[in-house]
């Protein structure tokens, strides 16, 4: 019997090594998986590469972990805004390495991982300085930029419902960047609000197919508490 | 002469979106046009975060966490909206799929190249999110911004000075000033506002300016 349900968010993530490259779904808080990513903080796991687009918000979640000091570079499009300030000194002190890389393209690069894709050639960024030194080419008289895919170790999404054979489906703007994160990592983990019976789920409406994922974890509650 | 306010030049600009169009608003200025939008036009709101059918703010009590836009703001759904992931959300974009998005400048060139996203001054954090990607990612990229610095000084400039956002990728300038097409013969001056004449409006901008063919002058 396939069962990818996993009973504690600390087991979801126990073997997460030093070092590993570590997708976070979200965007801001919605979509963020902030219960499996406290686990992550409990875990102790260091040397951390973190993609994700945001770099954390207030003293929570993403920042929680950058603040204690877990995470060596992290591979995102937007670290700066209001409440990014546990990112902002790290930064400035030279205490983490920074990738910084058009939403677009980040997304793209995930979905080249998840798809097999070896690289590709997007117009987003060209002669601008964040495509300096890469390969470009001109096609049909516009101009590319070759981008390389970014695989993970692992992908920490968060769902709202999902069934024991890894099947997700996702709640409005917070689906985000699950669904192609989920595609990208060897190991993806799924947290979500309801763990529901095979066949609970419509199958003309399941969003992410339970291939791309290996662990759902329950952490019900989650979008309620973000609510209060 | 007569400055358009932001809410004038957010109106000025809903006027050229036309029914059926699908539209981004960027950060800043531009969030503005969606409350100008006509109301006999069904126009469709893109978000890149993943949401076609974006709606005005929610009511007090009814804000949802999970339904916010590229701003990071509370929306709602319109009736026909649609979820998608982020890859689904910029392939749309760059496909040319999106009829329209309307950004901020700090400067726009005389060939259309775009400078939006990072002052480049030390110590600045650089964040650059979805606008080299919207920058070149609509069939239409209309620039909405003042037409000069708080210092007097044109942000319609012959090179950007600030670090690019994109290359010869804007199509038209909504300025407090005027309404300006970036062609491939140079900048062309659709519209000034009342009271402005081209040569005044000419005094002011860094580049040399032509008058287009349908020329209103205020």
Request: hydrophobic share 45%; with cysteine.
């Amino acid at each position: 019997m396939i069962n990818k349900i996993v009973s504690t968010l600390v087991a979801a993530v126990a073997d997460i090594r030093d070092g590993a490259t570590i997708m976070i779904g979200g965007f801001g808080t919605a979509g963020m998986p902030s219960e499996l990513v406290d686990a992550l903080i409990e875990q102790g796991g260091r040397d951390l590469v973190i993609v994700s687009n945001n770099a954390g918000n207030g003293e929570i979640g993403l920042a929680a972990l950058l603040k204690a000091k877990r995470v060596r570079k992290i591979i995102c499009s937007f670290p700066r805004q209001s409440d990014s300030y546990v990112f902002d000194a790290l930064y400035r002190a030279g205490e983490i390495e920074l990738e910084l890389v058009p939403q677009g393209n980040l997304a793209e690069r995930i979905r080249a991982a998840g798809a097999g894709i070896g690289a590709f050639y997007t117009p987003t960024g060209y002669g601008t300085m964040l495509a300096e030194g890469k390969e470009t080419r001109e096609i049909d008289g516009r101009h590319y930029v070759l981008e390389y895919p970014i695989h993970a170790d692992f992908a920490l999404i968060k769902a709202e419902r999902g069934d024991r054979w890894g099947n997700l489906v996702y709640r409005k703007a917070a689906r985000n960047f699950g669904p192609i994160m989920a595609t990208a990592a060897k190991c993806t983990v799924a947290q979500v609000n309801e763990v529901v019976e095979l066949g609970g789920l419509d199958p003309e409406a399941i969003v992410t197919p339970g291939i791309f994922v290996h662990r759902v974890v329950a952490a019900p509650g989650a979008r309620i508490k973000a609510v209060a | 002469m007569k400055r358009l306010t932001h809410d004038q030049m957010a109106a000025r600009v809903a006027r050229d979106i036309p029914e059926g169009a699908y539209v981004n608003l960027g950060i800043g200025l531009p969030t503005l046009v969606g409350n100008h939008l006509p109301k006999d036009r069904e126009i469709v709101l893109h978000s890149e975060n993943g949401i076609l059918g974006v709606g005005p703010t929610p009511a007090p009590g009814y804000e949802d966490p999970e339904l916010i836009n590229a701003s990071k703001e509370k929306v709602t759904l319109v009736r026909g909206g649609a979820f998608f992931h982020h890859a689904d959300a910029f392939a749309m974009m760059r496909s040319g799929h999106l009829d329209f998005c309307v950004l901020g400048a700090f400067q726009v060139s005389a060939a259309g190249d775009l400078a939006n996203w990072h002052t480049g001054a030390p110590g600045a954090i650089p964040a650059v999110g979805g606008a080299m990607d919207l920058a070149i990612g609509a069939k239409r990229v209309f620039v909405m911004m003042e037409h000069l610095t708080k210092n007097g000084e044109s942000k319609i400039v012959e090179r950007c000075t600030y670090p690019l956002t994109g290359v010869e990728c804007v199509d038209r300038i909504y300025t407090d000033l005027a309404v300006i097409d970036v062609t491939p013969d140079g900048l062309s001056v659709l519209e000034t506002v009342d009271g402005l004449s081209v040569e005044e409006l000419q005094r002011l901008t860094g580049v040399p300016l032509q008058r287009a063919p349908m020329l209103r002058v205020g």
